[in-house]
């Protein structure tokens, strides 16, 4: 069967789709990957529906495909070669059989995605194939792993969709909490009007934020009865330090929510460097239903904003595969 063979891999490669629903009374998170609007990018770029793809956190490895396959790069920006030739990011691209893929560490961003077309064929546990490692469901890659490759109906390659600012940190807009009146109002004008510094210590389930100053914690009810959490929410512990849920966050918790990150921001959060810079903004949730339209017409959007890569033919060892001049001569004219 045609495979994709992991030859190396770095720390925190997973397998990731869009992740489990139904499961939170049982104790599942969602999971699934940590920038779902990569995993849009990848398919458009492919032109097929949003599958499982590489995650691959800060570092990527070394994969050799046993035919020759499509695959689009997104996500985060990481160095990629192909048979030492430079890819360009944010694009599609054809391995040839044999063909051997490097993908080095993250230039921008965090979490970056190789996404094959037509798809793997590998095991599904509750529905999907996304790693949860929180739960102890899946693994991070490792070099020998052996991935089937599903048959592709083939497509045009050498597309490129435009950069996104999502991963410079930024402007990060917030819901009122559970909690939110607890935190004393110069509290809360503090949290919103001071930048925060991604912290180092960061992973799938969330990420540690640095206050310049003092830290956010409540001088009374730091302690709450645990309830319902999900991706998003932002806990001040003990420490002051806000930690924001992500993918792999657990459905419960006792710490003081200050507010919660909307859906449409989340890619913006994960994808934000450690030392990289975040502020908060409270809106409405007429502004977060606004702001989810925004992101769905973008994501169906996504095909049409692709447009061919312009490339140096002397850099394309696979020439013949692509389409150079279709539509432009019969080659029967005369002067």
Known sequence: ???LLVKAAGPSVTLQDLGRTGYLAQGLSRGGAMDVLALHEGAALLR???????EM??????FAFTRATRIALTGAHMQARLGGVALVWNASHLVPA????????????????LTIGGGLDVPVSLGQASAHLAAGIGAPLQAGDRLGLRPDAGGDVGQ????DARFDGGDVRILPSLQTELFPKELRDRFTHETLTRDTRGNRM????????????LRAGQAILSEVITRGDIQIPGDGAPYVLLSECQTTGGYPRIGTVIPADLPRVAQCAPGGQMRFRFVTRDDALAAEEQVRAKITALPGRCVPLVRDPNDIADLLSYNLIDGVTTGRETR
């Open 1 to 3: 069967m045609s495979a």
């Open 48 to 54: 097929q529906p949003v599958g499982t793809a590489l």
């Open 57 to 62: 956190a800060g570092f990527g490895g070394t």
């Open 98 to 113: 044999g063909g051997v893929l490097e993908i080095g560490g993250a230039r921008a961003g965090v979490y970056g995605y």
């Open 160 to 163: 490129v969709l435009p950069h």
């Open 206 to 217: 969330g990420v540690r934020l640095l206050p310049g100053g003092e830290g956010f914690g």
